[in-house]
């Protein structure tokens, strides 16, 4: 059993060595209005500024034009807005978020765009008609997805005028403006200007909310103790644990508190660079990890990358300590027939809780390190 | 409320696959585990960091010698913080009084609501061993200038002082104010004006990182269905529901 563990810890580190993810590229945010992406009669007059012409003169009818990419959704926030330079006076302009395929369906009268209706495919705001705010020549008008709360939100002459729930993928949503006319010139902004909006106090106030959402959360302190008391008796910090752990949470065993000893005697050995003696007492004390064939020092070649057989004792001795130490600790675990895995060799359940809050973060976009967060005040 | 959403009558196959949640192997979610590495120093920092803010003072000590993770204040100063939360959790609020003057002066000087807060408690150990007359005395003499200053204060001291008037304080609407929980409460905010004034935060990192990680796969839910953590004291890995 053991030696199955220690065989799966050689496995789980060597393949944490040599398996980079694929690093996918991520597609890049929108930066322009795509004349091939829309339903025709929009015309390109710089990057950022589009005209529309309706084909019919007599007759009103909807187009569509969509962004050249899909909002980026690995942030908090995404948003984009468009300057009404003419909006003509039968005009009526609407913006938000659509997914791309919606052109090969759209029937090309206003009335379909039902309002109030659920749909899967996309939402478009043109104001509010029971105030009679619409959209006129010279007005800014900003469409955005706020991904902490799934919400879509609008903005009119930088304030924010409403919301609507997200009910759609995150993913593949385009920022699009539909216009019912004859004749409109607008410019677009992805924030290559200035917004009129203020985004930036936006998000400071949703970062708030969001810290505010995170205190609400109600955590009982015997978690966090118990956390703590899970990550001494691991690492083998011996005399913290005894001296934290004043009423057991949980009973230790005999063969546990035998390898806290050994392992917090291992770690205080290499600490002082006492390398031989620590060596020496692993050989006394679990002959059956030598026997395994060298597992340990194979075990610490993936800090290094070398897989040199005559390398590996003089790499023991160069390495630094703390890695050294934290090794001999996994491997002296996986001696406890209690250790059921070797992922509860190599990682305490504190160290499992840091790796995927990081990784939640990180894939939703965010920067995340835990030592950041030594910076910050409460 | 002109809101118009897009209906499309034929949804294509490719669009309602980018509409659903992405999946998340096990193995794929492993791999991105294997590449976000957490600093052993980190992680001690994280733990010397809950010894000195819950005031484990001894445990504090015997980790700065195994592990070489140094606190960030003077560990002597945990004692004395002790020491006042015990006096007042034991209801000696006039020792826990001096203590804090002798620890900081300034601490009851610039914070005249943890002050009200202890001369309360003060008066609430007095009611509670049955010493009316100098519980009276002592609410006219110390409490009732500073509830003339803040409205706040006041209808905390006429809601203390509502305890005199019930003989069974069972019956009372008041009772809590008797209960042990209040003077852990009294004590908590004695603790954190205690860690403010050493410039240190008055609760633990480690907890806010736990509630952070709840709320982060909370959000990742709505994109993803990957390998989540449900149980906080195993870290167990529970594979997402296809």
């Known amino acids: 059993m053991a030696g199955t563990i220690r065989k799966e810890i050689l496995k789980v580190v060597l393949r944490e060595t040599n398996e980079k993810e694929e690093k996918k590229k991520e597609a890049e945010a929108p930066s322009k209005l795509d004349t091939s992406n829309s339903t025709g009669g929009f015309v390109a007059v710089s990057t950022d500024i589009m005209k529309y012409t309706s084909v019919y003169p007599d007759k009103p009818e909807l ?46 009268w206003w009335e379909d765009l039902i309002a109030g209706h659920e749909s899967s495919h996309g939402v478009l705001y043109s104001g509010d008609e029971d105030t009679g705010s619409t959209f006129l020549s010279g007005d800014v008008i900003g469409a955005g997805i706020n991904y902490s709360t799934n919400e879509f939100f609008f903005c009119k002459n930088g304030e924010l005028v409403h919301s609507v729930p997200n009910n759609l993928s995150n993913r593949g949503l385009y920022p699009t403006i539909a216009v019912l006319s004859q004749h409109e010139e607008m410019h677009v902004n992805f924030g290559q200007k200035p917004f009129a909006f203020n985004l930036k106090d936006f ?92 597992q340990l020092c194979i075990y610490l070649l993936h800090y290094y990358g070398c897989y040199k057989f005559e390398l590996i004792f003089k790499l023991a001795y160069e390495m630094p300590l703390e890695v050294l130490a934290n090794a001999v600790n996994a491997f002296v675990l996986s001696t406890d027939p209690h250790m059921e895995e070797a992922k509860d060799c190599l990682h305490s359940p504190l160290e499992r809780l840091l790796k995927q809050l990081t990784a939640c973060k990180r894939y939703e976009g965010e920067d995340f390190l835990v030592e950041k967060e030594f910076s910050k005040r409460d | 409320m002109s809101l118009f959403l897009l209906e499309i009558r034929q949804l294509a196959e490719i669009e309602a696959m980018a509409a659903s949640k992405k999946l998340i192997t096990r193995e794929e979610w492993e791999k991105k585990l ?64 001096e203590k804090v003057n002798d620890l900081n002066p300034e601490i009851l000087d610039t914070n005249p609501q943890l002050f009200f807060h202890l001369q309360q408690q003060r008066l609430i150990e007095l009611i509670r061993n049955g010493k009316v007359e100098e519980a009276l005395e002592f609410a006219q003499e110390e409490l009732a200038p500073r509830g003339e200053e803040n409205q706040s204060f006041l209808e905390e001291l006429e809601r203390t002082v509502a305890l005199l008037a019930f003989e069974d304080v069972s019956n009372c609407p008041v009772g809590e104010l008797l209960d042990i929980s209040q003077r852990l409460k009294t004590a908590s905010e004695v603790n954190a004006a205690i860690l403010t004034s050493q410039s240190h935060e008055k609760d633990p990192k480690l907890p806010s990182l736990l509630k952070m990680l709840l709320c982060a796969q909370n959000q990742l839910d709505e994109k993803a269905a990957y390998p989540r953590v449900n149980d906080l004291s195993t870290a167990t890995l529970e594979d997402p529901a296809v």
């Open chain 1, 63 to 108: 187009n569509v034009i969509l962004a050249d990419e899909p909002a980026p959704w690995k942030n908090l926030l995404y948003y984009f807005e468009i300057y009404v330079k003419d909006a003509d006076f039968k005009g009526k302009i609407a913006i938000g978020f659509t997914l791309a395929l919606f052109l090969m369906n759209i029937e090309p």
């Open chain 1, 203 to 294: 998000e400071a106030r949703e970062r708030r909310k969001q810290q505010q959402k995170i205190e609400e959360i109600s955590l009982s302190p015997q978690v966090t103790y118990s956390l703590i008391r899970s990550y001494l008796l691991h690492s083998g910090y011996e005399d913290t644990f005894n001296s934290f752990d004043v009423v057991p949470s949980s009973p230790i065993t005999d063969e546990q508190t035998n390898t806290l000893n050994h392992r917090s005697t291992l770690r205080q050995l290499i600490m002082n660079g006492n390398v031989d003696g620590a060596f020496a007492k692993v050989h006394e004390w679990y002959p059956q990890i030598v026997e395994v064939g060298s």
């Open chain 2, 34 to 97: 294997s590449d976000v590495k957490i600093r052993k120093e980190d992680m001690n920092k994280l733990v010397m960091n809950f010894l000195v803010t819950e005031g484990y003072v001894e445990a504090a000590e015997k980790f700065r010698m195994e592990s070489g993770t140094e606190p960030d204040i003077d560990l002597a100063t945990i004692t004395d913080r002790m020491a006042v939360k015990k006096a007042v959790q034991s209801g000696n609020v006039e020792d826990a009084i």
